[in-house]
């Protein structure tokens, strides 16, 4: 039948750029504009963050979409945002801080790779913004994590830039004069998984997260801090980096064993912003002992995917 | 964005027309067929049971798309099924056993029950079968549940249909002489949903259907057996008829419960067919302890429904 080909999700692509504005809303309304107005993209979320002075920009679409939709952002980004006067409580490199590209369905990590280098290109190119690659699409393991090339932030981009340890991957070794240098990779999709405890010991959460987090021996794909959450509650926060290395009840029962060395009970967890059907389907699979459930039984998938 | 509104899911109704053939190829070809044949209709799964002699045609489309289908499917069934000559494990009424209509998106059930109020309606004048009318479109009590409408079967037909109480809802009180009688209802999606113990004991599964099943006293909308598993083990067998009063993981804990008493764990569990999405993620949620999860956080169903 005609209709199931019309249904075919044939490449999807999720592109979550971070700018550095999160206050002025004009700007931040013409980056989200410059997205929703490039052919064959979808904007699905815009988040601003007035203390961070920063803002994250969903959207959806096939690789050569998503990739143009991210260079007309960025284009506006060079004209609206100077580095020279802007202050945050989150580090940052650039105008244009980091470029993620997300494989969602239909299309490889590898495609992925090819078009993050290719759009790296194209920034310094049009826009003589030097470039780092990072995540999937780094090109030395000490460029893999954003914390490590984001040291010494902004600020310290001329210093940084000239040590041959730090050559950027596409474009000259100084940094773009008010919009400094733009990190651009690709990496699986990405889910922000809080886990509040009942407790106002951030103390607590802090050693939790110490013991579940890969950088410190726990589980793999994890990183996690412990904060405390807007409801005073302490917290684990954590970035699950690949849900099919650690999926979230394992993230989910890795707290609660800590939580319960020191006396301390869940009272309940939270997802930030989107998290793909499969690890909501892998969390239902194993708490109720699903034996051979298959992702097509989900009748919205079904419907969706042929 | 024009690319939003082609996405939009207008109106989805499921429908599940149960068929007195499960042996003749041909035949239940036939039957899918005249589903598939039919435009803005959707074939899903076409499932044939030899002993129960019976198959399950799934389909999706709008109301107006799933009630042609299912009259195309009624009519091949009319000219190719003769229930003088039809024997099987399950109890049924007609060539046509029982055809409901399920609400899936943007439709209500009180348009489902019209819907199925007007298909009956065809039925009669077409084909000349008399209807009863079940679940949500139920014109009286004793009508809402199958079992109750099924009592004396096929072969009964003759005596049941004089007997005042049981005039047809749709056409004169004598069954179609090969076709018997046909039931047309609405009801909400079903979940098939069975847990296996870890026990080969038949009775103490058959014990732990009637402790949770609604019919004894058990949780509501719950229908429940105990039988054998085909891998041997005792298996509460359940049907749950409306997840939004009893959720998926209130049956698993329930059945976890009842067992406990009789020293039994369960080995796993399983979904016979379709689960929908807003099903799985109350799972997930429940177990995880999720705060304030919205399904739009689910990014394919993000994806599906803008």
């Known amino acids: 039948m005609q209709r199931r080909r019309d249904r075919h999700v044939a ?16 700007v931040i309304d013409a980056l989200a504009g410059a997205v929703e107005q490039t052919p064959g993209v979808r904007l699905l979320d815009v988040q601003a963050d007035e203390s961070h ?20 952002a960025a284009r506006r980004a060079v004209d609206l945002i100077d580095m020279n006067v802007h202050a945050g409580e989150h580090p940052r490199l650039g105008a244009v801080d980091v470029i993620p590209l997300v494989p969602i369905a239909g299309v490889s990590m590898e495609a992925c790779i090819t078009a993050a280098r290719a759009l790296g290109a194209a920034l310094w190119q049009e826009l003589r913004i030097p470039v780092f690659f990072y995540a999937e699409a ?15 932030e902004y600020e310290g981009l001329p210093a940084r830039l000239a040590d041959p340890d730090w050559v950027p991957d596409v ?8 919009a400094g240098v733009t990190v651009v990779g690709a990496r699986r999709m990405l889910i922000a998984y809080n886990v509040n405890l009942r407790t ?25 801090m412990g904060v405390r959450s807007t409801a005073g509650q302490a917290q684990v926060s954590m970035n699950l980096l ?13 707290v609660q064993a800590e939580a319960a060395r020191h006396g301390v009970e869940i ?5 930030v912003g989107l998290i793909p059907l499969d690890a909501v389907a892998e969390a239902a699979r194993v708490f109720l002992r699903l034996r051979s459930f298959d992702r097509q039984q989900i009748l919205e998938a079904k419907l969706m995917e042929e």
Chains 1, 2 share one sequence.
């Open 200 to 224: 106002g010991d951030v103390d607590i959460a802090k050693r939790i997260a110490k013991a579940v987090r890969e950088s410190s021996g726990g589980l793999p794909a994890v990183q996690a």
């Open 171 to 178: 474009g000259e070794p100084t940094p773009h004069p008010t």
């Open 138 to 152: 780094a090109t030395r393991a000490q460029r893999r994590r954003l914390p490590d090339i984001r040291k010494g």
């Open 53 to 72: 002075n920063r803002c994250v920009i969903s959207f959806i679409g096939d690789l050569d979409g998503v990739a143009r939709a991210a260079l007309a």
């Open 11 to 26: 490449q999807l692509v999720e592109c979550v750029p971070n700018f550095s504005e999160g206050r002025r809303r004009p």
């Open 242 to 254: 690949d849900y099919t290395t650690t999926p979230v009840h394992r993230a989910y029962e890795a």
């Open 267 to 271: 009272l309940e967890s939270e997802v």
